[in-house]
């Protein structure tokens, strides 16, 4: 099974992701804590993203597409992943179609997480307060919100014309949140 978590930056994508991924028995990828890693380990990926990320911008397409394209060939994504921060552009949703369609799979379901912005930023601005990570700060999540809705958010129809998206409200209790996206995911 092929699953993707889609919302805006601080929706509870990786939060949700972990748990969701357990729970169908799937590995879990995140583009951005794969980057992070990068960015740590100081490897030319991280110094090729670094600067993108701290300023709230996307990483290019080609260098993320290669990434993905390396997992999905991998003996780890062969029988299914759940994807958490990727795809966030139509061309990144484009290449993992072909990826998949070489494989004889596709994209099943596409959790769309919605939260209100407010709260998007609180917790953003939260985790800031407790983890310290250097794209939380009001400056570039203003920045990830606008990428969000003009780079990501057309990927909405991109998946609906497939019929694969799951609306599933982000709002409130984490466990309350799990369980409908659980059921989304089921139907
Ligand atoms: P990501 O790591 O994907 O970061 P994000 O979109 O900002 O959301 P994140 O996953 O951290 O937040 P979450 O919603 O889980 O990307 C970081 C950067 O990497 C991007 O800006 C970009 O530069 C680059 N990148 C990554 N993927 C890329 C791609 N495909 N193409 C190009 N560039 C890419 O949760 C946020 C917080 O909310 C957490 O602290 C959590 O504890 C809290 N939270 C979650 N659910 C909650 C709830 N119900 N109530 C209260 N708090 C909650």
Do not use: C, W
């Amino acid at each position: 099974m092929y699953v993707m978590i889609l919302g805006a930056p601080g929706s509870g994508k990786g939060t949700q992701g972990k748990l969701l991924a357990a729970q169908l028995g799937i590995p879990q990828i995140s583009t951005g804590d794969l980057l992070r890693a990068a960015v740590r380990d100081g490897t030319p990926l991280g110094k090729q993203a670094k600067g993108y990320m701290d300023q709230g911008l996307l990483v290019p397409d080609d260098i993320i597409i290669g990434l993905i394209r390396e997992i999905l060939d991998s003996e780890a994504g062969r029988g299914g992943v759940l994807m958490d921060g990727f795809p966030r552009t139509v061309p990144q949703a484009e290449a993992v179609d072909r990826i998949l369609a070489a494989k004889h799979a596709r994209v099943d379901h596409v959790a769309l997480l919605e939260v209100d912005e407010q709260e998007l930023v609180r917790r953003l601005l939260d985790r800031a307060a407790k983890e310290g990570r250097s794209d939380d700060n009001l400056q570039s999540i203003r920045q990830r919100l606008r990428v969000f809705h003009e780079q990501t958010a057309p990927l909405i129809a991109f998946y609906d014309q497939q019929g694969v998206v799951r609306r599933v409200p982000g709002m409130g209790d984490i466990d309350a949140i799990q369980q409908r996206l659980r059921k989304a995911v089921a139907a």
